[in-house]
């Protein structure tokens, strides 16, 4: 099972917005309304941001926010700041009924 | 609140097992599916597999002939064993809850190294 394909590396200045994109195929990504992603800092666990593509669990900023087009997902973060450097993962449910990773993007604050 | 807290060896030698253990607090295991994850150094999340809330098991069929996945319901604990480690098994290794509603892993455990070295 191939991963999700995320750009490596994004950037951005404080206060712009920048977009993460997890492309799959009709099989996961395209198929199920079962996109999530997660934040992960240096030597900590990763942290659930947005689930069900564009919904965001309790205490997470609305700074930040999900959208699916065909196979594509994205991650906007808008209003962007210095905590926001870290390493963001997206995942999705599958046909197999399981959960596959992208390769994961660097994100950094200029 | 749902917390986690995972323990096991740390250094390995090759061909050895890989052996980790995850204790769940604030839930039960027949509420949501178990997930061992795990983090290559530098590199993106794999998921290893999982033990259901009905005690089925499934794991990433790259590492299935080598993974065993178990739970004790006594201590509200899983487990992990990897077989026949080798220098590519290097990773964090994490336990996860996958939230059934969300299907997304919204609970994570602390992590663990595991290296594997001769």
């Known amino acids: 099972q191939s991963a999700l394909t995320q750009p490596a590396s994004v950037s951005g200045s404080p206060g712009q917005s920048i977009t993460i994109s997890c492309t799959g195929t009709?099989?996961?990504?395209?198929?199920?309304?079962?996109v999530s992603w997660y934040r992960q800092y240096p030597g900590k666990a990763p942290q659930l941001l947005i689930y069900d593509v564009s919904k965001r669990p309790s205490g997470v900023s609305n700074r930040f926010s999900g959208s699916k087009s065909g196979n594509t997902a994205s991650l906007t973060i808008s209003g962007l700041q210095a905590e926001d450097e870290a390493d963001y993962h997206c995942t999705s449910y599958t046909t197999r009924t399981t959960l596959i990773f992208g390769g994961g993007t660097k994100l950094t604050v200029l | 609140q749902v917390h986690l807290q995972q323990w096991g060896a740390g250094l390995l030698k090759p061909s050895e097992t890989l052996s980790l253990t995850c204790a769940v607090y604030g839930s039960s295991l027949t509420d949501s599916n178990w997930n061992w994850i795990r983090q290559p150094p530098g590199k993106g999340l794999e998921r290893i597999g999982e033990i259901t809330h009905r005690g089925v098991t499934n794991s990433n069929p790259s590492l299935k002939s080598r993974v065993s996945i178990s739970e004790d319901m006594s201590k509200n604990q899983f487990s992990l064993r990897l077989n026949s480690v080798t220098a590519a098994d290097t990773a964090i290794y994490y336990c996860a809850r996958m939230n059934l509603a969300r299907l997304a892993f919204d609970v994570w455990g602390q992590g663990t190294l595991v290296t594997v070295s001769s």
């Open positions: 009709s099989s996961d990504v395209g198929g199920y309304e079962y």
